[in-house]
């Protein structure tokens, strides 16, 4: 079978690696958390692992789950603070535990089991951004809900800030026996209410594969994607006889019909069981990564944008 990689945009620095590590014989588990634990790695990447930007409280607070397509197994971590490596975790979720799902202090205390390496994800500079807007509501005695709100809808119109909110890594993975995988990580939105999850720890909503009939992996407003069950969907209307093209613009459309004040972009990147590939946005622009074997570096592609039906 031939090897594919496929991801969100940010997933370029870890490409190189996934694609050796599908190279060598390695599984697409393996090239999944090869490709993005260098993402978590990144400085520059303030939607993802280190330095990616923290909560309300200023604490950074990471996403990540994975799903192998073999058998449906999955693992995820949420609200994880002070470990970056939350894919790495996800897999000993699914590898050596009975759950699917570990939130918060119970996430850290397996991270810490695990020997897992304690890590400050709070950087002077994702500091920086974060109080760029928190000053805004400085001197308020709202409840935190309000700040949240304020925040986002201020942010919703400021292009400097929107990858904040909209930031995540993911990426499918297809290795030498056919077998798929995917996986996601995200700091999540920033300024977001302690412990909010998005879609990223959600088997379903932001990651789903099935050796069977493909694999889903979503970015963008996590709260759109789990309420539709997004990247479940992707791969359940190819299930039921779609074209992987037809259920990509299927899942965008059905996002555009949701009613949510915070309405805000979703990108999709999914492949059929025959290792085809393509990606999706509900907005103009937006673009994703490919590696085939036969290609010597990823190649950036624009999204099929689904524009709301008229
Ligand atoms: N899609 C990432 C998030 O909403 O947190």
Not at 155 to 163: F, I, K, T
Not at 280 to 309: L, N, Y
Request: a negative charge; glycine letters at 10%.
């Amino acid at each position: 079978m031939s090897l594919l990689l496929v991801g969100s945009t940010n997933a370029a620095v870890g490409f190189a690696a996934g694609m050796e590590t599908l190279r060598r014989g390695g599984s697409a588990l393996d090239a999944i958390v090869a490709t993005i634990e260098l993402v978590e790695a990144n400085p520059d990447d303030h939607s993802v692992g280190f330095s990616g930007l923290p909560n309300l409280l200023g604490e950074v607070e990471l996403d990540a789950s994975i799903m192998d397509g073999r058998a449906l197994a999955a693992g995820a971590v949420g609200a994880l603070q002070g470990y970056q490596d939350a894919i790495a975790l996800a897999r000993r979720v699914m590898d050596d535990t009975p759950h699917a799902l570990i939130a918060g202090t119970g996430s850290a205390r397996l991270a810490a089991e695990s020997g897992l390496p304690p890590v400050d994800l709070l950087t002077p500079e994702a500091e920086r951004v974060w109080r760029s807007r928190l000053d805004e509501q400085a001197g308020r005695d709202d409840p935190y809900h309000h700040h949240v709100r304020n925040v986002v809808r201020a942010l919703a119109d400021d292009p400097e800030h929107a990858e904040a909110l909209h930031g995540t890594v993911n990426v499918i993975a297809r290795d030498r026996n056919g077998d798929i995988a995917c996986g996601v990580s995200t700091s999540g939105w920033a300024w977001k209410y302690p412990g909010r999850m998005g879609d990223s720890p959600i088997i379903g909503a932001g990651n789903y594969a099935d050796n069977r009939f493909g694999a889903a992996a979503c970015t963008g407003r996590g709260e759109m994607a789990q309420r539709l069950c997004t990247a479940h969907s992707v791969v359940a209307f190819m299930r039921c006889g779609m074209t992987l093209d037809a259920a990509l613009t299927q899942a965008a459309l059905d996002l555009h019909r949701l009613a949510d004040p915070y309405w805000s972009e979703v990108n999709i990147v999914a492949i059929d069981a025959a290792g085809r590939y393509d990606a999706v946005s509900t907005v103009a622009g937006k673009t994703f990564v490919v590696q085939t074997e036969d290609m010597t570096a990823h190649q950036e592609r624009e999204r099929r944008f689904v524009p709301a039906p008229a």
